[in-house]
């Protein structure tokens, strides 16, 4: 199995910036990718942006990209999620989660073995 623990989410903001972060362990081996999803009160899980681990590859929610950010350090096996010029929109539970294959496939959850517990974004005006 893969743990993931997220941290980072906090009260902010608008316009402003926020990291998030998406510690691995235990079966990392096994995680191809590792996607970020957010889920705003009422609403559907949406993807966020997803990265593999080995080459780096990104896919991004059409409607994020420019403002969101996704990154990693293998050596950590962390995720990152930087999002700048926060919206109240952008309010949310965000989670990570982690693939065993990738490809555009990513923007779905189902793809996902594991997920975290999320970490709470509230935006503010």
């Known amino acids: 199995q893969v743990q993931l623990v997220e941290s980072g989410g906090r009260l902010v903001q608008a316009g402003g910036s926020l990291r998030l972060s998406c510690a691995a362990s235990g079966r990392t081996s096994s995680s191809y990718a590792m996607g970020w999803f957010r889920q705003a009160p009422g609403k559907e899980r949406e993807f966020v942006a997803a990265i593999s681990w080995s080459v780096g590859f990104t896919y991004y929610a059409e409607s994020l990209k420019g403002r969101f950010t996704i990154s990693r350090d293998n050596a950590k096996k962390t995720v990152y999620l930087d999002m700048n010029s926060l919206k109240l929109e952008d309010t949310g539970v965000y989670s990570c989660?982690?693939?065993?294959?990738?490809?555009?496939?990513?923007?779905?959850?189902?793809?996902?073995?594991?997920w975290g517990q999320g970490t709470q974004v509230t935006v503010s005006s």
């Open positions: 989660a982690s693939a065993s294959q990738g490809g555009e496939w990513l923007r779905l959850g189902r793809t996902y073995d594991y």
